[in-house]
């Protein structure tokens, strides 16, 4: 009898709570992150094709490398002027059609790139390609953090990441391939294709859905419900996201016209909060931005992209060909890295994988100064110090993927509220941006200034300080949604506690049924 009465309980019990199942990845939402993240393509292609095409280009222009420097480099000063158009463009057009302009813009770069005749034209072509990179940059992050679901948001959001390592790899092969053409046209071939990924972007993201928030804050409110019913894992969720953005935008939780009158908050307020009169929290979320976007370049990662077959001929590889397959295997390691990295982010968090990601760089950047600094300085050849270079920048390379160079989109993105967010995400691009192109348009006038192995010193010291930033300064923002993180910042000295993804919340349910109480903790 007693058996009996257990197995009633017990069934009834399953019937009054129901575990949580993981809900399935939404397909939809997956699809819109797939079409923006290809934006990346264009910057990665840039960078990777670079590499290889300035070796023909010196040689065929008769440049410096101080040119070459400013040649390479020159994009990053030019696309935060992208990005600072887009972060304003996209809140008066919209986050989808910025996306099409991006396309747009580098198609033209790409053409004129093509086409030079000179050094002097084919920097007016780099102010093209450069600028359309920028737009590409911002609002490509923007987009994917506002169209996806909490419980899957750290694998699109570095969608982006995966797609402009793609990006550098195909450049990287494109280098290989067009090296065997005549020295006049090998490298306008390498430049000048990079005009068909631009324009097969503006056409596709055409199908991709304007962002649930940024038409809530244009008052589109039936427009945006249709859109995050497709975006979210549930309607309950579809429903809870409405309500946090009509919180914020200043909408009445119970208005559920189609089209409201909103007042926007942008211009020169959102300027004025963000450098005026912040808040703790917001002051906290600036700093946290421009930290995480400085230290992502300061620490070397496009003196290695770029720059990577000087590095191989420093290390002592001399054939064209073996240096641009050498590069080839640091695009293939970067790529196969931040593709392991999309699938760590909502399991592992953004924190853990950062600070493991720098303290991978840390040792990279200290191996590969010393096995340089050894080559350097001897006589004979060592083929072990050849080896344990090229080990060291797929190390670096790799290390760089899983964490740092992902997580600084993802995180970035995700930290400023939405009446911010464009604003705060443009500065960050900018600064992002302008240290890359200090690195790029310096790293052979640095290597010759104090040696190639004393760069990499300079950059495992930089990468140190990245730890300690990082560690101190950046809250975990795992499982939280877009309207619940800015509630994790305003202290720069508590401590840092992960804090487990929605699913697997540790919640303590007290459960009566036929007068028995059960702790139950899923």
């Not at 222009?61 to 002027?81: A, C, F, M, R, W």
């Not at 887009?86 to 580098?106: E, H, K, N």
């Not at 600064?431 to 290597?447: D, K, Y």
């Not at 140190?464 to 202290?491: N, R």
Request: proline share 4%; net charge positive.
């Amino acid at each position: 009898m007693a058996e009996g009465e257990a197995t009633i309980a017990h069934k009834s019990l399953e019937d009054n709570f129901d575990l949580p199942k993981k809900p399935k990845r939404n397909k939809f939402a997956l699809a819109c992150a797939i079409l923006a993240s290809m934006t990346s393509i264009l910057l990665g292609y840039d960078i990777g094709v670079m590499s290889g095409a300035a070796i023909y280009i010196k040689r065929d222009l008769k440049i410096t490398d101080v040119q070459i420097e400013v040649l390479s480099g020159i994009i990053n000063i030019y696309s935060p002027i992208g990005s600072y158009i887009a972060g304003r463009l996209s809140d008066w057009i919209g986050r989808r059609y910025t996306i099409v302009l991006a396309g747009i813009i580098f198609f033209v770069g790409a053409i004129l790139m093509g086409l030079s005749p000179n050094y002097t034209f084919l920097m007016f072509g780099r102010f093209f390609a450069g600028v359309g990179i920028g737009f590409a940059f911002l609002i490509a992050p923007v987009y994917i953090s506002e169209v996806s679901p909490t419980t899957s948001r750290g694998l699109l959001t570095s969608l982006p990441e995966v797609f402009l390592n793609g990006g550098i790899l195909i450049g990287y092969i494109s280098n290989y391939g067009f090296s065997k053409l005549p020295l006049r046209y090998g490298w306008r071939v390498m430049l000048g294709i990079g005009a068909i990924p631009s324009i097969f972007l503006a056409i596709v993201v055409l199908a991709m859905p304007e962002s649930p928030r940024w038409l809530v804050a244009n008052g589109q409110l039936g427009e945006a419900k249709k859109v995050l019913y497709k975006i979210s894992d549930s309607k309950e969720e579809a429903q809870q996201r409405l309500d946090d953005i009509k919180e914020i935008t200043g909408i009445h939780s119970d208005c559920d016209d189609d089209v409201v009158s909103v007042k926007k908050v942008q211009g020169k307020g959102v300027w004025r909060e963000l450098f005026v009169h912040p808040t703790p929290a917001v002051c906290h979320i600036f700093i946290a931005s421009l930290g995480i976007h400085f230290f992502a370049q300061a620490t070397g990662i496009d003196a290695v992209v770029l720059y990577s077959p000087r590095i191989f001929e420093k290390a002592g590889i001399k054939s064209d060909t073996n240096k641009l397959l050498a590069t080839i295997a640091v695009g293939f390691v970067k790529t196969m890295f931040v593709l392991v990295s999309t699938f760590l982010l909502d399991r592992v968090g953004r924190r853990v994988l950062l600070l493991s990601s720098v303290g991978g760089l840390i040792i990279s950047l200290l191996t590969l100064a010393v096995s340089l600094t050894i080559i350097a300085n001897s006589r004979a050849t060592l083929t072990w110090a050849i080896w344990l270079s090229i080990a060291a920048v797929l190390s670096y390379a790799g290390t760089f993927s899983i964490g740092s160079g992902p997580i600084t989109w993802v995180y970035s993105s995700e930290i400023f509220p939405l009446r911010l967010r464009a604003q705060g995400v443009s500065i960050g691009a900018v600064v992002n941006r302008l240290t890359s192109g200090v690195i790029s348009m310096t790293f052979l006038s640095l290597s010759k200034a104090i040696t190639i192995g004393g760069a990499f010193f300079l950059f495992a010291g930089i990468a140190i300080v990245a730890w300690v930033f990082h560690y101190t300064m950046l809250p975990e923002t795992q499982g939280k949604t877009l309207e619940e993180i800015e509630g994790s910042f305003g202290s720069f000295w508590k401590k840092r506690k992960a804090s487990p993804p929605i699913e697997g919340v540790h919640r303590e349910t007290q459960l009566c049924t036929n007068g028995l109480t059960m702790t139950i903790k899923d």
